[in-house]
T-cell receptor, first 114, second 113 residues
Framework: DAGVIQSPRHEVTEMGQEVTLRCKPISGHDYLFWYRQTMMRGLELLIYFNNNVPIDDSGMPEDRFSAKMPNASFSTLKIQPSEPRDSAVYFC????????????FGPGTRLTVL | GEDVEQSLFLSVREGDSSVINCTYTDSSSTYLYWYKQEPGAGLQLLTYIFSNMDMKQDQRLTVLLNKKDKHLSLRIADTQTGDSAIYFCAEKVPGSTLGRLYFGRGTQLTVWP
């Protein structure tokens, strides 16, 4: 099992640019989570999906952030336009419906917005 | 469930025991978790305890739960340099949507040789 796959691992971009982060969950998992980790705020849940449907997006900071899950094996988190305060490590995680709290995290994408 | 509290740093010498503490928010939380994050990696589930238990032991790890005080601790016996990582406490709050966990800020454990 390859685990949760995220790409890119590192992204450096300039303020105002569009950023797209990608995630492939573990095959067969029903839940997919997007988290953001910063020194200031720790680990924040942004949004999560169950069977490709968004369940809770209350953590999405603002309209500049959007997430999609077009199928069971792929999700994107998009920031448009990006700002320096979006700099963080973004994690994707997935879990089975029988144990939704046992979340398997990807290695993360380190985003730097200049 | 939004203010799970943990101290930010802990340093111990190799071979000593480490105790990482956490205060959670909801006395009716059903499950409490410890996740570990190694440098440059995502979080991984280390262990968990159900709310009807006071203690759970798994090899070098001991989890203690004090429901009255809403206090959770993780003890690592014979701490090794490979245990250096960030440890997150998380709670499952009743009534929250399935899969929704509330994480603490994490405790950075540094083990000195």
């Amino acid at each position: 099992d390859a685990g949760v796959i995220q790409s890119p691992r590192h992204e450096v971009t300039e303020m105002g640019q569009e950023v797209t982060l990608r995630c492939k969950p573990i095959s067969g998992h029903d839940y997919l989570f997007w988290y953001r980790q910063t020194m200031m705020r720790g680990l924040e849940l942004l949004i999560y999906f169950n069977n490709n449907v968004p369940i809770d997006d209350s953590g999405m900071p603002e309209d500049r952030f959007s997430a999609k899950m077009p199928n069971a094996s792929f999700s994107t988190l998009k920031i448009q336009p990006s700002e320096p305060r979006d700099s963080a490590v973004y994690f994707c995680a997935s879990s089975f419906r029988s144990a939704p709290d046992t979340q398997y995290f990807g290695p993360g994408t380190r985003l730097t917005v200049l | 469930g939004e203010d799970v509290e943990q101290s930010l740093f802990l340093s111990v010498r190799e071979g000593d025991s480490s105790v990482i503490n956490c205060t959670y928010t909801d006395s009716s939380s059903t499950y409490l978790y410890w996740y570990k994050q190694e440098p440059g990696a995502g979080l991984q589930l280390l262990t968990y305890i159900f709310s009807n238990m006071d203690m759970k032991q798994d090899q070098r790890l001991t989890v203690l739960l004090n429901k009255k005080d809403k206090h959770l601790s993780l003890r690592i016996a014979d701490t090794q340099t490979g245990d250096s990582a960030i440890y997150f406490c998380a709670e499952k709050v009743p009534g929250s949507t399935l899969g929704r966990l509330y994480f603490g800020r994490g405790t950075q454990l540094t083990v000195w040789p």
